[in-house]
Structures are given as C-alpha cells and as structure tokens.
C-alpha cells in the first residue's frame, strides 16, 4: 500500500511534464501555421498584382507605339496654325494703319534691305519715322473728309514730304550717334580712367535721421540739380567743417539706398584709422571741374560703375609726402591744368 502511496505522486509529477511539453509543442505549430498563412496571403496578392499589370500589358500592345507621339505633332501643329493666324491678323490691322512692315514673320526674312534703302535714301523705307508717317496719314486721311479732295491731297502729300525729310534727318543723326558709340573702344583696365572725378561743392549738410554715423549732404556737381550723397563722417568732422566746401566727387558710383535715402556719389577722403580729411582742390576750382590723373586718358570714365569695381581700384590711391593725391604714384590734377589735389595734413595714407 505505502507503495502505490509513493508512484501516485511520481505519476502526477510526470502527467504534468508531459501535459506542458504537449502545449509548447502545440503553441509552435499554431505560430509555424500563423506564419504559412501569411506568406500565403502575401503571395496571392502578388500574384493578383502580377495578374494586373499583364492585363494592361495586354490591352497597351493593342495601342499603336507611337499614338502619344502622334498626339503631340497633332497639337504642336494647331498651336503653329493658330501662331500663323495671330501673325496674320496682327499685319493686317498694321497695315491698315499705315505701318510700313519691314519684316516678313511667316516667311522669317526681312522683306526689304535695310541698309540698301537707307543708302539709296528712299523715304517709303525709312524705319525711324514709319509711326510718326502712319500716323500723319491717318490724321489726313480724316481731314480729307471735311475739306475738298484736291486741298486734302495736297495737305497730305505736304506732311508726308516734311515728315519723310525730318524723320530722315533723325535716322541720319542717330546713326551717326552709334557709329560714334561703336569707335569707341569698351574700357576693360582696372584703373583711375574708370573714375569721374569732379568738383563739388557742398550747398547743405544734415545728419542721417536713421544713421548716427552718416551725414547727409546736398552737393553741386554742375550739374542741373544738386546730388544726394551720404557719408560716414559724423566721428570724424562736424557739419561746419563740411558745409559750403568744395571737394572731390566719385560721380559714377553706382547709386545705393543707404538707411532708406539714395546716396548718388561719395566724396574723395585721405583716410586713416584715427583721421579723415576731405581732399581738397585748387581755391579757383568750380562746380563740375573735371579731376584727371598725369599720365592717363580720363576723357572718357564709365557711365557707371558698381562697387566691386570700385574697391579694387582704391587700393592704389594714395597721398604723397607732400599731401598730393596720387593713382600709383601718378599725380591728381585739374583739367584745365590749374592745380593739384590735397590733403591738408595727412600724407601717405589710403584715400577712399
């Protein structure tokens, strides 16, 4: 009896193990079949797919290869017979103004030679006055209606004539003007010749209102009205020191809005790091006085220059040991040959 009392116990110990191990095993089944299925979803969806794109396959192998290509030239060419039909009607109403048309847009070639029909002088050619003459035209052709047809006519033929002669003598002039322009070589040195230099003289002086550091002068170049130039010379010269002077202007500076106001110059300065004086010219110099350099061709400075060009040309600019402003050691001096240019006291220093 104490026997099976002892196995009763063992058996249950061992059903238990064995009833674990059956469950482990069982959970593994069920996550290997969890995984099968998915992998099996996965695949009929891929091969729905693949079911899909062989559909259209199909049905795009049915198209013509080059349908979209043909769509395309279809359109290009609507869009080019609607261009050619604006073309046109745009002739067309100019020439029912009067507009001499001087160029053949459908056939892209000019329809007369220019540069024949100015030399031969024939006025139904002439470019520069062709508005000015259709519009003559139509202004007789509507008096023609209030006045008999023998006065008209002659009235109309008498404007065409002084038009045709004026807008002739224009196109001459300004021809004349680009051939003038062309002989001029473009000016590539990186030196003063760039530079317009003049006399200035200071009418009024006022501090910036939005800039402690900038006065705000109105200075006289010879000009028809006074330029706008803003400075940084507040810590250095007070506004007597600056009013009424004559002094150096760089007048083709590129403008810049400075704190909101378009400064249009800057005044020339001899300049360190502690001082700044104005560089000043002769007592008998004027208002619009030409400032040249010995030794260099400044009849013909830049219309304008922007500032990059303008910080690689300062650098050789300098006073001598006598005060004197230089361009690499060549001398500043008045056009008219009546004085150099000065600083009062600083000498061999940066001007700028």
């Known amino acids: 009896m104490s026997y099976f009392r002892l196995i009763s116990p063992l058996s249950k110990l061992n059903l238990f193990f064995i009833t ?9 089944v069920l ?27 199909s049905k795009k192998e049915t198209l013509k290869p080059n349908s979209y290509i043909d769509i395309l030239q279809e359109e290009n060419n609507r869009l080019k017979t609607q261009v050619q039909k604006l073309l046109h009607e745009t002739v067309s109403l100019e020439e029912q103004q009067g507009i001499i048309q001087c160029y053949d847009f459908i056939q892209k070639r000019p329809k007369i030679n220019l540069i024949e029909a100015y030399q031969h002088g024939e006025e139904k050619f002439d470019i520069a006055g062709a508005v000015v003459a259709s519009t003559e035209t139509v202004t007789s052709l509507e ?14 033929n ?41 006399v200035g003289k200071i009418l009024s002086v006022q501090k910036h209102p939005d800039a402690d ?28 020191d600056l009013d009424q002077k004559l ?17 249009e110059a800057m005044i020339m300065c001899a300049s360190t790091t502690e001082k700044v004086e104005l560089l000043e010219p002769p007592s008998t110099a004027s208002p619009g ?11 013909t400075p830049d219309q304008q220059i922007k500032k990059e060009l303008c910080d690689q040309i300062l650098p050789d600019m300098k006073t001598n040991t006598n005060l004197e402003a230089t361009f690499k050691n060549a001398l ?21």
């Open 31 to 57: 996550s290997i079949m969890d995984i099968i299925e998915q992998k099996a979803a996965l695949a009929d969806s891929r091969i729905k797919k693949l079911k899909y794109l062989i559909d259209n396959i």
């Open 289 to 299: 006085d030409r400032v040249i350099c010995e030794g260099y061709n400044c009849s």
């Open 20 to 28: 674990q191990y059956r469950k482990a095993q069982y959970g593994q």
């Open 143 to 156: 008096t023609k209606n209030e006045t008999p047809q023998e006065t008209s006519t002659a009235a109309t």
């Open 158 to 198: 008498q404007n065409l004539s002084d038009t045709g002669k004026k807008s002739k003598k224009k196109a001459k002039d300004e021809m004349k003007k680009d051939q003038e322009k062309a002989k001029v070589p473009v000016n590539t040195a990186i030196d003063i010749t760039r530079f317009d230099l003049r």
């Open 213 to 240: 550091s900038l006065y705000v002068e109105s200075i006289d170049i010879g000009e028809e009205k006074p330029r706008t130039v803003c400075s940084g010379l507040v810590n250095y010269m007070s506004l007597a």
């Open 247 to 263: 002094v150096i202007v760089l007048c083709n500076l590129k403008p810049a809005k400075m704190r909101g106001i378009f400064s």
């Open 332 to 352: 500043w001096q008045m056009e008219n040959g009546k004085g150099r240019i000065k600083s009062k006291t600083l000498a061999g220093v940066s001007i700028k």
